[in-house]
């Protein structure tokens, strides 16, 4: 049975799929996102040691809260780099009739073996993606997150192929990605996919500076404040977000 690294869990999640959710966040991300508010998740073996059986039946205590809407989602951290404990995670989960949600960034997708088959098999066992795609451009996307966003673009045009429903999520972060420009060959990506059911924005918020802190770390984004009122409107009109809004399961 597989093991993998589990930062927290969470009994009653409702931002994070449909209806009310068991979230497993995951340890362990290679993206630095300049406002991440989970930095403490970033080192997998941080985190604490579960297996499948532990957390299922954890969730499934949970199981008469859900209705018809809710289930099991697992966010991080970044859930791809433990994707056969993930994988074994979701099997069982859907032997049991639950519904499936995969909250990722896309990091570690590349359509090369052995990754690619493993994500293929994850997919047969997963009912929604929640993408977050933190910035259109590449250079942008390096700089606020240290990587490149080639393969997570890639990653959502294959989601797009074999038709897997995808809610589409947008940290809107003042001076890096609430320029109009960027919003807009955004929004013209999203349009090019056939999958999207959701797409949101989030707005930036500082509440995670103090982890930064907390951990010696100097915080990137100091002295940068959440967009305002008006430019999460304008992100919400460019995106369209509007036309995804009761469209939201699958």
């Not at 589990?6 to 996102?33: I, K, N, T, W, Y």
């Not at 294959?158 to 809107?172: A, D």
């Not at 420009?181 to 955004?186: A, N, Q, S, T």
Request: hydrophobic share 35%; proline share 4%; with cysteine.
């Amino acid at each position: 049975m597989e093991q993998g690294y589990v930062h927290s869990l969470e009994s009653f999640g409702s931002v994070d799929g449909p209806g009310v959710r068991f979230v497993v966040f995951f340890a362990g991300c290679a993206m630095r996102c300049q406002f991440c508010h989970n930095a403490d998740t970033w080192n997998m073996k941080n985190g604490e040691l579960y297996t499948v059986d532990t957390i299922l039946k954890t969730a499934l205590k949970y199981r008469t809260y859900w209705g018809k809407e809710g289930g099991i989602t697992v966010s991080g951290g970044e859930p791809l780099l433990q994707i056969d404990f993930l994988t074994e995670l979701f099997q069982r989960a859907k032997a049991e009739g639950v519904h499936t949600t995969l909250d990722t960034s896309g990091n570690p997708f590349t359509r090369e073996e052995p990754f690619f088959g493993r994500f293929k098999k994850l997919m047969d066992v997963t009912d929604l993606v929640l993408l977050d795609l933190k910035h259109i451009d590449d250079v942008q996307h390096r700089v606020l997150t240290g990587c490149t966003n080639k393969n997570i673009l890639d990653m959502a045009e294959y989601l797009s192929e074999i038709e897997k429903p995808v809610w589409i999520r947008h940290v809107l972060v003042p001076e890096r990605s609430d320029d109009d420009v960027y919003l807009e060959k955004l929004s013209a990506f999203i349009e090019r996919l056939d999958n999207v059911k959701r797409v949101e924005v989030l707005p930036y918020h500082t509440l995670g500076a103090f982890k930064w802190k907390e951990l010696g770390m100097e915080y990137p984004l100091k002295g940068i404040e959440p967009p305002t009122k008006e430019r999460i409107e304008n992100a919400n009109r460019i995106l369209k977000t509007e036309k995804y809004k009761f469209n939201r399961r699958k």
